[in-house]
């Protein structure tokens, strides 16, 4: 049996290494990067990775480049790809990068560089390609949890006279469901804040007018005892609402009916700590059914 020679080498850089571009995580941030790889002509480099700065774990194996936002630039490929991908297409890339998955933004140039590659092609169709195809399923999977969220927000009266929301979608959904409770809640002060992420969206309900809505507002700074046990700031009729609102769903509720497998698979468990109904007292009495 011959052993192997002693001064074999193995080309390291060009097998085992990676370069990484590191974007802020933020949309701009990610078209920078797009940018970036374009210039420098590094579009064509198959270990080429696009991580968000905060989803990046230091590797020997790998060379890190930090490719700072720069808005003039992400402005030229956002007008590059609307022309590209249109619409829709344009959609699939913001809900996928909403996702806040690891690979994402890799997966999210290899979908760009597609077309960029074939301008003609609907690639958006070609779920052959396996970057469009993970791409889709993870936009099926963000539009669940936006529908979701739009479901099973509950609101909480406080003493400031501002419907309060807690959420914590497993994606950053709150840019993709403002505007369905901005139409719906016009007539009210609201906000709903992700615990996740640490920022909100506030509706002032003060700065609309007859013909239009008022903008969302981003709030961030908010008191953590309150995010912890918001009740410390409930309305003196946030209570009663509650009752009526439990003892309307005891009372609807058929016992003989009762799938406690069939009610997990549509309202998920991971969203009960968050909504009143289910947080229902043992024998308590405004929940008593009296036929």
Known sequence: MSLPAQ????????TLSSAVLLYEPIFEGWLSAVFYVYANKLQNDKSLQLTAQNCYTPSLLSQATHVETDEDKAERVLVKLNKLLKRSGMRNLLWGFLSEKDHIGTTLFQVVKYAIDYPDRPIMQDLGNLSVLDLVQTVKSVGREKHRMEAFVRFEHTTDDIYFARVEPDFNVLPLIGEHFRQRYQDQHWAIYDLVRGYGIFYDKSQSTTSHPAALQTITDLDDAV????????????????????????????KERKNP??????????????????????NAEHLQKRR
């Open 7 to 14: 001064n074999s080498t193995y080309p390291i850089n060009q």
């Open 227 to 254: 995010l912890r046990d918001p009740t410390s700031i409930h309305s003196k009729d946030e209570a009663r609402y509650q009752r009526f609102w439990q003892g309307y769903f005891t009372n609807v509720n058929i």
């Open 261 to 282: 497998r069939l009610h997990k698979q549509y309202l998920p468990q991971r969203y009960w700590k968050y909504l009143s109904e289910k947080q229902v007292l043992p």
